[in-house]
């Protein structure tokens, strides 16, 4: 699994920043080099907000990241996207810094 905390989006969208490209193009050319893997792309938000809209808008980027690597040339049917929401935490959501780490883009190698 590779867990990452540089992918950006525009706040309460979708929209990857333009300074998050180089680590999607990172994991777009491991996947070039080792064409029998497949990842499940999992989005992750912090608890401000509703958990259902947490839960839409994980799911929306993980889409996002998806469509990149598919620009980049990655089959499609290697890909899958899974929205986690609010819902598996890796810090506490009261402070600045646990937000910052609970909002993340996790890549898992799906067998």
Not at 90 to 101: C, I, P, V
């Amino acid at each position: 699994k590779i867990v990452t905390n540089d992918i950006h989006f525009d706040y309460n969208k979708a929209t990857i920043q333009s300074e998050s490209l180089p680590i999607i193009k990172d994991i777009a050319q491991m996947l070039t080099e080792h064409p029998d893997v497949h990842l499940s792309i999992e989005g992750h938000t912090d608890s401000d907000g509703s958990e259902t809209y947490n839960q839409e808008l994980s799911e929306k980027r993980a889409a996002a990241v998806k469509a990149v690597l598919e620009n980049e040339g990655i089959d499609a049917n290697r890909l899958t996207t899974k929205g986690l929401g609010e819902s598996v935490p890796l810090e506490d959501n009261s402070t600045k810094e646990g937000k910052a780490k609970n909002r993340r883009v996790e890549f898992v190698l799906v067998d």
